[in-house]
């Protein structure tokens, strides 16, 4: 046997080109025999083929873009989200979300769509935020028409019966229950800051359904909000891999020329800062044997820009540049170890669970914050290192090489997420809703290698000067009260006050109250 097995070694290797090496590969660092050296195909190049916009006489914009493979994506980008709940019950977007794709005029149930669409190898799918909710379609190119009649199906002629909103209900209840025993508290405290930051209106309502109105919505709460909101005048019909001609055809079929009138409500953001605590030290319920930890979660936000801004891509560079993450997250420098916030942050302090810059750009606003996890003990340093962050953009020095770093990885980010149609789909359709045109990928990536360290230091000296907003969830007892945190962003160092001195007052306070404030 071992006899054969030389023989075999023998003869594989004879086969092995000299100069290979033991692996019978040739070196890395030298060209592949006999293959034709590839050429970078230019970025000019590779999105040569412009957006194609058309509006309708109903409001209706209409997109298109060329790709290239054998699918396409149609969807429907709907200017509307929580935000726009003023007039309704806080809620009813989240329940619209859990209804999409469901009872229509011409479809009894989801199951015949899904027939409707399975000729052409189709599927749907929606995605919804605080100000925009979209509703996509894939499938071959043959199955366009069916598709854009289902989105408008979906959109404009929904009929929801009773158990379609008992099971939609059912599912936001478990929703909750899913996200108190989750580990990932970020979309907690991520609707805590925005609701600090605009004082519970406009952006500040809650993107989840509040327990108090989730049993009283029903089905006229829901018509209300669609009739009010679900217009062509705030929709854009997108198609990535299709003719422009033919979608055109296809919306002028299926989405109806005279409407009613447009009864759209505003919605003017208006940044005013300040702070949302909710104090909870019960642990999270959990599945296993071990209990989950008990948490501190804190989030400090400004002020920041709309996504049409002019200042909006050098904050998409300054959130690249400060990254960050989870303690346990795996990966090399493309997952964002070289950021500002694993260096400085996570790789200093053991007892910091999570540490991660967030920009939340909107149509008319937005605000970037600094979210933060760590065991209760440590609440006061936590937000003290949140401080001195925000303090480093303003005052520290920004070096060329984590500039030119994060600017490589942000443009790199762009590029591969247009690989995807879905996202090249709600590209096209928010800045086509919010500005009429698209900006082509070329275009992003000049603007973002234009970023200077001198910008982006005017940039945060701009956004620090607007109230801080503060969103805490999980056990508060060591967090600083709002005045302490706005008290220390005003002084040069950032420094709180002695922490002595706090919990002296705050015990002082509770003596003479019978409550802590959390």
Request: proline share 5%; charged share 20%.
């Amino acid at each position: 046997m071992r006899a054969g097995l030389k023989v075999f070694n023998r003869s594989l290797s004879s086969l092995i080109p000299r100069g290979l090496g033991v692996t019978g590969h040739p070196p890395l660092d030298q060209p592949f025999p006999g293959v034709a050296s590839l050429k970078p195909e230019d970025i000019n190049t590779a999105f040569s083929k412009a957006t194609q916009i058309t509006k309708l006489s109903n409001g209706l914009h209409v997109a298109s873009s060329q790709k290239s493979g054998g699918m396409c994506s149609v969807g429907v980008v709907l200017g509307t989200g929580a935000r726009h709940e003023k007039n309704h019950k806080e809620g009813v977007a989240h329940f619209l979300e859990k209804l999409s794709f469901s009872r229509t005029r011409n479809y009894e149930s989801p199951e015949q769509m899904v027939a409707a669409l399975e000729p052409y190898g189709g599927m749907y799918e929606s995605l919804h935020f605080k100000d925009v909710a979209v509703f996509i379609v894939s499938c071959l190119p043959d199955g366009l028409d069916t598709a854009t009649e289902i989105l408008s199906q979906t959109l404009l002629h929904s009929d929801f019966s009773s158990d379609d909103i008992e099971e939609a209900r059912e599912s936001i209840a478990c929703e909750i229950e899913m996200f108190k025993m989750g580990a990932d508290q970020e979309p907690i405290v991520t609707d805590l800051v925005h609701a600090a930051a605009y004082n519970n209106n406009t952006l500040g309502y809650h993107k989840i359904c509040p327990v108090s109105t989730l049993p009283y919505i029903q089905k006229s709460d829901l018509d209300n909000y669609c009739k009010s909101n679900y217009l062509p005048s705030r929709m854009t019909l997108v198609g990535v891999g299709v003719e422009h001609e033919a979608l055109v055809r296809s919306a002028q079929k299926h989405f109806p020329t005279i409407l009613n009138e447009d009864t759209s409500e505003e919605s003017v953001a208006e940044y005013r800062g300040g702070y949302c605590y909710k104090h909870d030290d019960q642990p999270p319920p959990s599945i296993g044997p071990q209990e989950l930890p008990t948490l501190t979660h804190v989030a400090i936000g400004f002020k920041s820009s709309a996504h049409q801004h002019e200042d909006y891509v050098k904050y998409c560079v300054l959130n690249t540049l400060m990254g960050g993450g989870g303690s346990f997250s795996a990966g090399g420098p493309g997952k964002g170890m070289y950021t500002r916030l694993y260096l400085q942050v996570l790789n200093r302090y053991h007892w910091i669970y999570s540490a991660l810059a967030l920009n939340h750009p909107y149509q008319d606003c937005g605000i970037f914050t600094i979210n933060g996890s760590c065991h209760p003990n440590h609440g006061w340093d936590l937000t003290q290192v949140i401080i001195k962050q925000f303090k480093e953009m303003e005052n520290g020095k920004i070096n060329h090489s984590e500039l030119e770093r994060a600017k490589t990885q942000l443009k790199s980010t762009l590029l591969m997420n247009l690989e995807y149609r879905t996202i090249e789909l709600e590209d096209i359709g928010r800045q086509v809703l919010a500005s009429g045109e698209r900006k082509t990928p070329a275009e992003l990536c000049a603007m973002i290698e234009a970023v200077t360290p001198h910008q982006l230091q005017a940039l945060a000296k701009q956004m620090l000067a607007s109230k801080p907003a503060v969103g805490a969830f999980g056990d508060l007892k060591n967090v600083p009260s709002y005045e302490e945190i706005e008290a220390a962003f005003k002084r040069d160092n950032g420094e709180l006050t002695n922490r002595i001195s706090h919990f002296l007052l705050k015990g002082m306070r509770s003596k003479a109250t019978g409550l802590i404030k959390s």
